[in-house]
């Protein structure tokens, strides 16, 4: 990948040193002066998204990779729109930062947030900026399955840990609207295949309540597993598998006590399966 160029930076900072002056504002885990939004916006690193209203990427710092996300302002049109739509808009990267470090005090494993900025009260033009560690040596489930990278074994105990991590997001009263396998990073080369490192990553729409509702779980665990069906990635018993570890409950029992709750999981993943699918898949079904 390629390096960050820091020329801009330093012309900002006069006669500072951009690199440090950067670098020292990435130290901070609240709030940040106002140069922090300006000095990350104007840094080169490896785009992931790039539209009017975010831009995504990661740089290199004294040796350290660092993952970027600027929210320029979403404008008032946005907001309306999802407000008609009876959807909570996201104005900036507060929520991800509120979401990221309330997930790791709950031994859920995310990417590290190391600095934060934003300013302006108005919501449609407030500009704010969230910076994580890179995470290192990890691949997207989605890459992992498409790569065919993930062999019998290894799914036996990929699956339960997704439905723990998911069940433990949940239970922080966090859901994450955008939940499907390539949100999930499993860390590679581990020597212990029994008990695999799985990241949750890009929580910019996640939304935090004292307790997940049963509507949001059902759309967060539905996304998953049609996610998982669009890969040919799941089996009947896995899918019997996942119910357990998810419901933390023996599969008898889960099929008893929450099967209304299976029954809608199912119904959003077959919806979403249909908008890209003339038929169901034979998991869905």
């Not at 951009?18 to 140069?35: N, Q, R, Y």
């Not at 709950?106 to 560690?133: D, E």
């Not at 992992?144 to 433990?168: D, F, G, M």
């Amino acid at each position: 990948m390629s390096r960050v160029n820091l020329r801009d930076a330093e012309e900002r900072q006069g006669s500072e040193n951009g690199a440090a002056f950067v670098a020292a504002e990435l130290k901070m885990l609240a709030e940040g002066p106002d140069d922090l939004f300006p000095a990350l916006d104007a840094l080169e690193g490896e785009e992931y998204r790039r539209v009017k209203t975010r831009r995504t990427f990661r740089f290199e710092l004294s040796d350290q990779r660092y993952f970027a996300k600027l929210h320029y302002g979403v404008g008032w049109m946005e907001i309306l729109k999802n407000l008609i739509q009876f959807k909570l808009p996201v104005t900036g990267a507060r929520n991800e930062r509120d979401a990221l470090q309330l997930l790791e005090q709950r031994g859920v494993p995310v990417p590290t947030v190391v600095g934060f900025s934003s300013s302006g009260s108005n919501p449609a033009t407030r500009q704010s900026s969230i910076v994580t560690k890179s995470l290192l040596n990890t691949l997207s489930l989605e890459d992992c399955c498409r790569q065919k990278l993930v062999n019998v074994p290894r799914k036996y105990n990929l699956i339960p840990e997704v439905a723990q991590l998911t069940r433990r997001m949940h239970e922080a009263g966090v859901n994450h609207r955008d939940c499907y396998i390539c949100h999930f990073h499993l860390q590679l080369e581990e020597k212990d295949q029994k008990a695999p490192t799985l990241y949750v990553i890009d929580l910019h729409r996640a939304q935090i309540r004292k307790r997940t509702p049963t509507r949001w779980r059902v759309k967060d665990v539905g996304s998953l597993l049609f996610s998982a069906a669009e890969e040919n990635a799941l089996k009947v018993s896995d899918l019997f598998r996942f119910m357990r570890a998810y419901s933390n409950k023996p599969l008898r029992q889960t099929l008893l006590e929450d099967h209304v709750f299976w029954s809608k999981v199912l119904v959003r993943a077959q919806k979403l399966y249909l908008k890209n699918h003339s038929q169901l898949s034979p998991l869905l079904r």
